[in-house]
């Protein structure tokens, strides 16, 4: 099925249309309001929750190696994994992995 273009411009704008009431739904109509106790304790486990989804396919099925698992880039999100939990620093995790990857794929 092939689009032409004043079909996907529509679309486009459908999507963005879409997107603005969405977001805001939660600034505009409740960007000045308390939000109950039980919402704010699940928005903190938002970047928790999300994170891991994103990061979890390029550690797995990463493309620089056609979608095959690499030893290097698990070791480096365990090392990660490792020193986020043992220092409770996002930045300390990140600067670890990235080390410890870059170091693993000079050595090998």
Do not use: C
């Amino acid at each position: 099925m092939t689009l032409d273009q004043p079909q996907v411009w529509t679309i486009i704008a459908a999507l963005a249309v879409g997107t603005y009431f969405i977001r805001w739904s939660f600034l505009g109509l409740l960007g000045d309001r308390e939000l109950p106790e039980w919402a704010v304790r699940h928005l903190r486990y938002t970047a928790v929750a999300v994170l891991p989804g994103l990061i979890a396919p390029f550690v797995l099925w990463p493309t620089a190696t056609n979608g095959e698992t690499d030893p290097t880039r698990l070791i480096a999100a365990l090392v990660a994994l490792t020193v986020g939990v043992w220092r409770k620093s996002a930045v300390g995790a990140i600067l670890s992995g990235f080390g410890t990857l870059y170091l693993l794929q000079y050595l090998t």
